[in-house]
Antibody, heavy 117, light 107 residues
Framework: EVQLVESGGGLVQPGSSLKLSCVAS????????MHWIRQAPKKGLEWIAL????????YYADSVKGRFTISRDNSKNTLYLEMNSLRSEDTAMYYC??????????WGQGASVTVSS | NTVMTQSPTSMFTSVGDRVTMSCKAS??????VGWYQQKTGQSPKRLIYWASNRDTGVPDRFTGSGSGTDFTLTISNMQAEDPAIYYC?????????FGAGTKLELK
């Protein structure tokens, strides 16, 4: 069974940093590009980052470029999202996902991040 | 950036109805579009990939169509378990972008 399990969310102050993790199982993690997608409270989905299967390329939404860094450790089947200079508008549920690959759709349960003083 | 415009924003339907919702891209995205269903309190789930391919296990009442800039998701026979928010996603060019969603409710 394909599983993605996020961790590392929490309540942080504006300007601080946080690192999310996502452990994958049930598929060959090292063969797939992986994404982070977020959803602010009562809002729609926002794609924020992609990393290629071999970490050779990374892409970001304009809203997080320069502040967030996506990375992965294929030896640990783990995807990361390092978030710096957090703002109130970064408050959201953050999903680790593989939403594009033909024949496989995978989403985690989400990690909640609240940025507030 | 490619803007994905979904319509309608919301709609009320009845069990057994045929439902059609639209997603329009601001530029040509080929067939690089997926449709996702999100029920209240749950993570999204993909229904359709590459514009018209149904994911494994998705009932055949869900059909995706379109290419270029105009895409449609059709539910041929609305069921009680289908109320949700439906999103389209383009993955033709970076940054990838979602539509704002169509909220589907039962009368």
């Amino acid at each position: 069974e394909v599983q993605l399990v996020e961790s590392g969310g929490g309540l942080v102050q504006p300007g601080s940093s946080l690192k999310l993790s996502c452990v994958a199982s049930g598929f060959t993690f090292s063969s797939y590009n992986m994404h982070w997608i977020r959803q602010a409270p009562k809002k729609g989905l926002e794609w924020i980052a992609l990393i290629y299967y071999d970490s050779s390329n990374k892409y970001y939404a304009d809203s997080v470029k320069g502040r967030f860094t996506i990375s992965r450790d294929n030896s640990k089947n783990t995807l990361y999202l390092e978030m710096n200079s957090l703002r109130s508008e970064d408050t959201a549920m953050y999903y680790c996902a593989n939403p594009i690959a033909a024949g496989m759709d995978a989403w985690g349960q989400g990690a909640s991040v609240t940025v507030s003083s | 950036n490619t803007v994905m415009t979904q319509s309608p924003t919301s709609m009320f339907t009845s069990v057994g109805d045929r439902v059609t919702m639209s997603c329009k891209a601001s530029q040509n995205v080929g067939i690089n579009v997926g449709w996702y269903q999100q029920k209240t309190g749950q993570s999204p789930k993909r229904l359709i990939y590459w514009a018209s391919n149904r994911d494994t296990g998705v009932p055949d009442r869900f059909t995706g169509s379109g290419s270029g800039t105009d895409f449609t998701l059709t539910i041929s026979n609305m069921q009680a378990e289908d109320p949700a928010i439906y999103y389209c996603l383009q993955h033709n060019s970076y940054p990838y972008t979602f539509g704002a969603g169509t909220k589907l409710e039962l009368k």
